[in-house]
T-cell receptor
Framework: NAGVTQTPKFQVLKTGQSMTLQCAQD?????MSWYRQDPGMGLRLIHY???????DQGEVPNGYNVSRSTTEDFPLRLLSAAPSQTSVYFC????????????FGPGTRLTVT | QQQVKQSPQSLIVQKGGISIINCAYE??????FPWYQQFPGKGPALLIA?????SEKKEGRFTISFNKSAKQFSLHIMDSQPGDSATYFC???????????FGTGTRLQVFP
């Protein structure tokens, strides 16, 4: 089991560029989510999905898009990068019957200049 | 109010001492209270979790104490070790949803 994988590990973007952060899990988890981690702010939920074809907004969704075409994959798209999106991004997944037990990926450190 | 307030922001403890991290919440619709541990450069990992109908849960050196009437819960790390140095997040899951709300984190440093 690879668990939750994320690519890339590091990325530098210029303001206005777009990109997709990849996330995949091989545990057959129904629930997948994206968080951003900023100093002093904890982990804030961006978007989440409870199954293929179903997504919803979290606490800080603006500037980000998601889709879930398969159980395994949950990519996060930055439409037009802004310096305020400089952060560490984590993907997580869990079984719906145990939502408190989320498995996190290793993270993507994104810098927008 | 879907917030979990965590304190302190940072904590320095000597090896062998007790580390205590506190969290408080307002929303009574929370139904599980997990703690996550994060080492530098890694994603958070579940450490221990408690339900609100239980006042205490212990796993090895880690104990969660839960006070339902005060809407507070805390993590105690007994006999703290340098290997426990990490950032700890409390969290709460919202009943009938899949969402977790995280506290702002506590950076624990244990010195030998």
């Amino acid at each position: 089991n690879a668990g939750v994988t994320q690519t890339p590990k590091f990325q530098v973007l210029k303001t206005g560029q777009s990109m997709t952060l990849q996330c995949a899990q091989d545990m057959n988890h129904e629930y997948m989510s994206w968080y951003r981690q900023d100093p002093g702010m904890g982990l804030r939920l961006i978007h989440y999905s409870v199954g293929a074809g179903i997504t919803d907004q979290g606490e800080v969704p603006n500037g980000y898009n998601v889709s879930r075409s398969t159980t395994e994959d949950f990519p996060l798209r930055l439409l037009s990068a802004a310096p305020s999106q400089t952060s560490v991004y984590f993907c997580a997944s869990s079984y719906r019957i145990r939502p408190y037990e989320q498995y996190f990926g290793p993270g993507t450190r994104l810098t927008v200049t | 109010q879907q917030q979990v307030k965590q304190s302190p922001q940072s904590l320095i403890v000597q090896k062998g001492g007790i580390s205590i991290i506190n969290c408080a919440y307002e929303n009574t619709a929370f139904d599980y209270f997990p703690w996550y541990q994060q080492f530098p450069g890694k994603g958070p990992a579940l450490l221990i979790a408690i339900r609100p109908d239980v006042s205490e849960k212990k796993e090895g050196r880690f104990t969660i104490s839960f006070n339902k009437s005060a809407k507070q819960f805390s993590l105690h790390i007994m006999d703290s070790q340098p290997g426990d140095s990490a950032t700890y997040f409390c969290a709460a899951s919202i009943h009938n949803t899949d969402k977790l709300i995280f506290g702002t984190g506590t950076r624990l440093q244990v010195f030998p």
